[in-house]
């Protein structure tokens, strides 16, 4: 067993998943994730203490950790991660790719945990093309550094939906569930929520 001391298991975080737990509940009615849908997630390093993510939510009864997909592309991180939770599933690589290459994706919860800013327009364009494939009742959770501390300028939630959505076809697949906002390495950010109806 491996545990290293650079994680993201703070206070904000687990409350972070606490609410994206909430929103999957309140948007599908689903108490657990269904055994045949997957948690995605960008990983980093998933240590052994009951904050990590994969720990956190089994540990809640909300998922088995055979549900878990985990992907990053730095392979040491991945390398750690299958001796700590063996059951899950690690990819090690790109996240579109590992979307695109994966036999039988099915996420329930799809969260693209960057730490990018809302000006970023190839993030912007990833976060679409990450949406595209999942299927209908799927929660997808998208994060966004939302200042521009230069320019001072703050963006609001509609900045960031008109910008990802750039199509009435995109806007009429994906219902906008909410945003919390929280302050990750010093920066204010915000998760975004996302439904897809069908
Ligand atoms: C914020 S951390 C994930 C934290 C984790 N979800 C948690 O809650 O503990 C983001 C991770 O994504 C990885 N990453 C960033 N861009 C990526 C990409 N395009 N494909 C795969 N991994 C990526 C980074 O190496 C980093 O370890």
Redesign the pocket.
Known sequence: MVALTK???NII?VSIRQKQVNFYKKATGNNVLPPERQYW????IQDISPE??INWLYNNGFLEKSQFVG????EE?ILINKINHPEAKWVSG??LQAVWNYENFNPGIF?F???SSIENQQTIALTRKLMSPCPIENVFFANFVMRNYRRNIYYTENALIKSLFNTNYLRSRWEFCGSCEYIGEKVPMKTFAFFRVK
């Open positions: 994680n993201f298991n975080k997630t960008l990983s980093h990590s993510e992907v990053d592309n730095d991180k790109d996240i969260y945990d960057t730490i």
